[in-house]
């Protein structure tokens, strides 16, 4: 069975201090693992893709990273505005199968 | 380029009572998945729609519904409400890429919050 497990449940930074967030994962085959943004009430934003291990992705203070069991969310000088529940998901290889997505870590980022 | 979009906002509805929640795809998408989100917890895959059919279900009792349409919409049905089938429920829309690509990039509506009551 396929399982994405986050840690830390939460995280507290001041502002400018960087920090990353981890995502664990048990998949059969991996098609590709996600990442994404959630503001309280919305639904899930899309930040990245990351198909292969080594592969890094970046996007203003966010960076994202890959290996064979676990991926890492790099928060750069973060900013009040960051602050969110980050969510990773992972996409078996099989066709367009569903996303299978861990508990989220709930990031607060205080001026 | 209009994202997906989801209807109504909010809904509050009575146990044992039955619930239509609605999903435009994002333009070019033909594929349209559920989730539900409890409170604190990640999202829970319901059933995927494709080609007006259903094509992967995850874990939820028949009580849980669906419906394709022609121009790739689609609908949720809850029948029989119990108080824990309130949640956000997510819609999100993807597509087979067309040059055999990689991307299945799933992309999620705003969401329905249900409250059972």
């Known amino acids: 069975e396929d399982q994405v497990t986050q840690s830390p449940e939460a995280l507290r930074l001041q502002e400018g201090e960087s920090s990353s967030l981890n995502c664990s994962y048990t998949?059969?085959?991996?098609?590709?693992l996600f990442w994404y943004r959630q503001d309280p009430g919305k639904g899930p934003e899309f930040l990245f893709t990351l198909y292969s291990a080594g592969e890094e992705k970046e996007k203003e203070r966010l960076k994202a990273t890959l290996t064979k069991k676990e991926s890492f969310l790099h928060i750069t000088a973060p900013k009040p505005e960051d602050s969110a529940t980050y969510l990773c998901a992972v996409q078996a290889i099989w066709g367009n199968t569903p996303l299978v997505f861990g508990k989220g870590t709930r990031l607060s980022v205080i001026a | 380029d209009a994202g997906v979009t989801q209807s109504p906002t909010h809904l509050i509805k009575t146990r044992g009572q039955q619930v239509t929640l609605r999903c435009s795809p994002k333009?070019?998408?033909?594929?349209v998945s559920w989730y539900q989100q409890a409170l604190g917890q990640g999202p829970q895959f319901i059933f995927q729609y494709y080609e007006e059919e259903e094509r992967q279900r995850g874990n939820f009792p028949d009580r849980f519904s669906g419906h394709q349409f022609p121009n790739y919409s689609s609908e949720l049905n809850v029948n029989a409400l119990l108080l824990g089938d309130s949640a956000l429920y997510l819609c999100?829309?993807?597509?087979?890429?067309?040059?055999?690509?990689?991307?299945?990039?799933?992309?999620f509506g705003p969401g329905t919050r249900l409250t059972v009551t």
């Open positions: 998949v059969s085959g991996l098609r590709g």
């Open positions: 333009s070019g998408h033909d594929t």
């Open positions: 999100a829309s993807s597509s087979l890429p067309l040059s055999g690509g990689y991307s299945y990039e799933q992309y």
